[in-house]
């Protein structure tokens, strides 16, 4: 597998993992004119990752370039492909976001191009996310994200 055709996809985030968000945060609003960032503590949340389940907490913080979302990940507690990032010896870039209607349909093609999921769940409640195992073709991970409609409480 050496082709990754992201056809009418648009990178909608860049996702970038770190030991120490804030500090991440301050240079690169310090240097490089990053407005400045918002923080989100997420609760413990249960993710599937590499075929089993885990529970994962998470410090993401927010901003934008242009119309791409910067989002800085640290790695509270949890087995997860944060911490495998990190273990490894590696911080920045991690993955690349992509913004679907349907993240099934997404997965099923990359599913039949051979490709695996790694990591997937809900996030915060209304985010389902799964990242697909790229790492080793494009030197990223793709994250597809779908914001799932809340319901009304009458």
């Excluded at 120490?20 to 997420?42: H, M, R, S, T, W």
């Excluded at 927010?62 to 509270?76: G, K, M, T």
């Amino acid at each position: 597998m050496s082709e990754i055709n992201l056809g009418n996809l648009k990178i909608n985030q860049l996702g970038y993992v770190y030991k120490d968000i804030k500090k991440q945060a301050k240079v690169l609003e310090e240097n490089l004119g990053l407005p400045k960032f918002a923080y989100l503590e997420n609760k413990p949340t249960k993710y599937n990752y590499r075929g089993k389940e885990t529970t994962v907490q998470t410090t993401i913080g927010f901003s934008r370039s242009l119309n791409v979302q910067i989002e800085l990940i640290q790695l509270i507690k949890g087995d997860c492909i944060f911490k495998e990032f990190i273990d490894a010896g590696k911080e920045g870039l991690h993955h690349f976001g992509i913004f679907v209607e349907d993240v099934d349909v997404i997965l099923k093609e990359y599913l039949e191009r051979g490709y695996s999921v790694v990591h997937e769940g809900i996030t915060a409640g209304v985010q389902k996310v799964a990242h697909i195992d790229t790492y080793d073709d494009f030197g990223v991970y793709i994250e597809f994200q779908q914001t799932r409609k809340k319901r009304v409480r009458k």
